[in-house]
């Protein structure tokens, strides 16, 4: 993978720290564990879209189903051009187009407002379902996490996809294995994740999801697959690159105090634990 997009990873991380900091309220782990799958998405040579006409009939189509990680699809946007930087340090504050969930209408290149959880694949499904009404060949993204796939709605859509042999619908699963209060595996058991998913008809991919070559081959090999959806099990920590972060539940929407604010940004800008 090329060094620029290395480097995206390194400043979006960096985003994601800044804007739930200076706002005092924000979903830190689970924004962090979806990193490298955005870059490897939105910052290669995969993602048709267009900064200069965000609404372009036929786009590729993105929706982040597990909206509380709203500061990683905005520094994602704000990076690829969307919209300026300056809008980052508005996060959750009064006035501001970049609310704690995402709103469709106030955010530039964004596909779908997000929020209440189980709610995204049923969305991709309908673009999806019109993209092929209107003959355009768009591909449509969703990203979900693992403990959101504890909804029942996922699953509807999952047989959905399947059923209508939706082969431009991907789902990336964040697998980070850990949610609000506790680890899924305590809470309401998801797993086996790629076997759910392979039993209701979709073609699986389990990747790293922090490495970014393996995670461009795994897009590249979805669209190349007919006749059925994708769904990549992207394995990933829960606040990746922040070592008292990372695999903690009290991180899922916490937010950090001036000395781990800090060390956060050491350690993001380091590539590693300090110390």
């Known amino acids: 993978m090329k060094q620029e997009v290395k480097d995206i990873c390194v400043q979006i991380r960096k985003d994601i720290i800044n804007m739930v900091y200076d706002a005092g309220s924000g979903h830190p782990g689970g924004s962090l564990s979806g990193v490298e ?3 490897a998405l939105y910052f290669t040579d995969l ?5 200069m006409n965000p609404d372009w009939k036929e786009r590729d189509r993105f929706v982040l189903s597990k909206g509380h990680a709203s500061p990683l699809i905005y520094s994602v946007l704000c990076r690829k051009g969307f919209f300026r930087e300056e809008e980052l340090k ?3 504050k009064m006035g501001t187009i970049l609310q704690g969930h995402p709103h469709r209408q106030q955010v530039p290149g964004l596909d779908s407002s997000g929020g209440s959880l189980g709610q995204g694949l049923s969305i991709a499904n309908g673009m999806a379902l019109g993209y092929r009404m209107q003959g ?8 979900l996490g693992d403990g959101e796939i504890q909804e029942g709605q996922v699953w509807e859509a999952a047989m959905t996809a399947a059923q209508q042999k939706l082969d431009h619908v991907c789902a990336i699963v964040d697998n980070n294995h850990v949610q609000l209060d506790g680890m899924t595996a305590d809470v309401c058991c998801v797993e086996p994740v790629a076997d759910k998913w392979r039993s209701f008809g979709w073609n699986v991919i389990t990747v790293d999801g922090h490495d970014l070559d393996a995670l461009y081959e795994a897009y590249r090999s979805a669209g190349e697959t007919k006749g059925r959806p994708t769904v ?6 829960k606040g990746k690159g922040v070592s008292f972060m990372e695999g903690q539940a009290g991180w899922h929407g916490a937010v950090p105090n001036e000395e781990q604010y800090k060390q ?3 350690e993001i800008e380091g590539g590693g634990k300090v110390g």
Do not use: Q, S
């Open 37 to 39: 799958i955005m870059a």
């Open 47 to 51: 993602f048709r879209c267009d900064t």
């Open 90 to 92: 508005t996060f959750r």
């Open 136 to 143: 355009i060949e768009g591909r449509c993204y969703c990203l």
């Open 232 to 237: 990549l099990v992207a394995e990933t920590i």
């Open 264 to 266: 956060a940004m050491t």
